[in-house]
């Protein structure tokens, strides 16, 4: 079955992460260890995650666990990207394409916690 790497959801989920760590580079000096650290760690959290669940396919109780887990960190990141709009240190456009992936990468977890024989085999 390849490795959690080969996932599609992992890919947007790693790339969404990654685009996010470069865009909070510019938040200010003061958001360091509250919000830049916040969403830095749930988006990375998503990922680690997806790879969790992937190593436990062989019980789909866990997995699924842990892709809710995965759904939970998602849903975190979106709101702190609400909070980064909010405060505006992310334009418009960056907040609809940044919560835009988050809802795909949501639905996707939504999809395998729902049909994890699919997965688990």
């Known amino acids: 079955m390849g490795s959690y790497k080969d996932l599609t959801v992992f890919k947007k989920a790693y790339s969404l992460a990654m685009d996010f760590l470069k865009t909070s580079k510019s938040f ?3 958001e ?8 830095r760690g749930s988006s990375r959290s998503v990922c680690a995650n997806i790879g969790e669940a992937y190593r436990r396919k062989k019980y789909p109780a866990h997995f699924v666990s842990k892709l809710t887990d995965s759904n939970a960190e998602n849903t975190e990141t979106e709101i702190w990207i609400q909070f980064s709009f909010d405060c505006k240190y992310i334009d418009e ?13 949501g639905r996707m977890l939504g999809f395998m916690i729902e049909h994890p024989e699919r997965f688990c085999k």
């Open 28 to 30: 200010p000096s003061e």
């Open 32 to 39: 360091k260890y509250s919000l830049t650290d916040q969403i």
């Open 93 to 105: 456009l960056e907040y609809r394409e940044f919560t835009e992936r988050c809802t795909e990468v």
